[in-house]
């Protein structure tokens, strides 16, 4: 009944009503279908409802127009599909135009879908498309993403619009943000805090350069002393808690808490209240030690330097008490050639039993070996390093001896003489300084003595 209803609204009423209002179709819904198509056609391409609108005039067409007005309680829709359905046909979109599907209106806020694009624009402008805007999750399936008209070459992939500039990321609750991009002219991956530059990784070598320009630095002062501070830090080996079963190495570094202590400074507090070590800092503590261990080895060089010299100075004097010694030497020959004169031109004369006043003790005896016996002043007197006693003893002489005896009566040294004339040397090496007195003692008898004085 229902069919026969619509195919007679259809051949009586519908004609005029499409001419008048502009419609393909014009369904007015007051039974439970307004159109019912039951389309049984199982070969070939077939349709349950096939639509053109073609007509060129001034006036907006539509192959379907549908509006759900329902008051009641149950639901109303424009338009329901249920399954596949296909749209086909319609330009390429973009900015302005175009589209297999325009949700909204052309002169205002709408989106263009075609084949493989969606586009949000408003009034014939690109604009804004939100997604999930108001909450929600999007995921997007295994293939590549790629942001600024690129064909996607990795998971994600986005072609840099503006110089230096590629990702914005912004604090949760207040404007500041960063940002990174690649550089315009270097090439390098640059880093931006509030779009003051950072830092950035040279695309030639991969090295990291912290900005440290001058001009954007204020309260500038020396380190100062580190030596002694660096001489503090416990270098460590150590596994992280949550990395130890997979670590293949041990990490090397410092333990943040210890740093504090030396270098507040180089120790920041990170997020849910651990410290973290800022290693960069060492690289600036190593140079100022570098230039503290150079500034003392100056030191020590200079002090090297004095002594050096002192030390030449003392070579010079040593030098020239050589040319002294030899030239003593030299002069010691010549009394030695002297002495062998003198003492064998006493052999061949009558020595004279005169007592020579301060150079022989006479004992009252007869003998005249006794008498003629001779000990001369030992010279240099006094003395340092060392003195000459020249002494004459007799033939007749059976024993001789040079007894050095100090004040106190102590024998300190006896030295055995052979006869005629020679000489004896004591070296101030072998004494204490002091005054000693030196005798000639002959067959048992002190024939004469003298004093000699030792200094240091």
Not at 5 to 20: D, E, G, K, R
Request: net charge negative.
């Amino acid at each position: 009944m229902k069919k026969i209803f619509l195919l007679f609204v259809a051949v009586f009423t519908l004609p005029a009503l499409l001419q008048a209002q502009g419609y393909g179709v014009y369904v007015n819904d007051v039974y439970q279908y307004s159109i019912y198509v039951d389309n049984d056609y199982d070969t070939g391409t077939s349709y349950g409802a096939y639509i053109s609108n073609s007509k060129n005039n001034t006036s907006t067409n539509y192959g379907i127009y549908a509006t759900a007005s329902n008051t009641g309680t149950g639901s109303s829709y424009a338009a329901y599909f249920n399954g596949i359905t296909r749209l086909d046909g319609g330009a390429d979109v973009n900015a302005a135009s175009g589209g297999n599907v325009v949700i909204g209106a052309f002169t205002s806020t709408n989106i263009g879908i075609d084949e493989n694009e969606i586009q949000a624009r408003n009034d014939s402008v690109a604009s804004t498309l939100h997604l999930n805007w108001n909450g929600g999750n999007v995921q997007i399936g295994d293939g590549n993403v790629s942001i600024g008209q690129i064909a996607a070459l990795r998971d994600l992939h986005i072609k840099q619009k503006i110089s230096n500039v590629c990702i914005r990321t912004e604090h949760e609750s207040t404007t500041d943000y960063w940002e990174t991009g690649i550089g315009t002219s270097t090439k390098n991956y640059k880093f931006y805090y509030n779009a003051t530059t950072k830092a950035d990784i040279a695309s030639t070598d991969g090295a990291y350069t912290q900005l440290s320009d001058r001009r954007l630095k204020t309260d500038i002062e020396p380190l100062g002393s580190v030596l002694d501070k660096i001489m503090l830090l416990q270098p460590t080996t150590y596994y992280y808690n949550d990395s130890k079963a997979i670590a293949q190495h041990k990490s090397v570094g410092f333990i943040a808490q210890e740093v504090e202590e030396v270098f507040p400074a180089s120790v920041r507090d990170v997020d849910n209240g651990f410290k973290g070590v800022v290693y960069d800092h060492f690289a600036v503590y190593s140079i100022a030690a570098i230039q503290e261990l150079n500034g003392k080895l100056e030191s020590k060089e200079r002090e090297n330097g004095d002594l050096k010299k002192e030390l030449n100075s003392v070579k010079d004097e040593m030098a020239e008490l050589h040319v002294k010694n030899e030239d003593l030497k030299d002069e010691m020959v010549e009394l030695r050639a002297m002495v062998q004169k003198m003492n064998a031109a006493m052999q061949n004369c009558c020595l004279s039993d005169k007592t020579e006043t301060g150079s022989l003790i006479n004992d009252g005896n007869s003998n005249n070996y006794s008498n003629a016996a001779r000990l001369e002043q030992n010279a240099p007197n006094p003395f340092y390093a060392k003195t000459i006693i020249q002494h004459y003893v007799p033939e007749e002489a059976n024993s001789a001896q040079l007894q050095i005896t100090a004040l106190d009566g102590k024998v300190m040294k006896s030295i055995n003489l052979g006869k005629g004339f020679s000489t004896t040397t004591i070296n101030g090496s072998e004494l204490a300084a002091g005054t000693y007195i030196y005798a000639l003692i002959i067959d048992g008898k002190n024939t004469a003595a003298k004093e000699m004085i030792l200094t240091k």
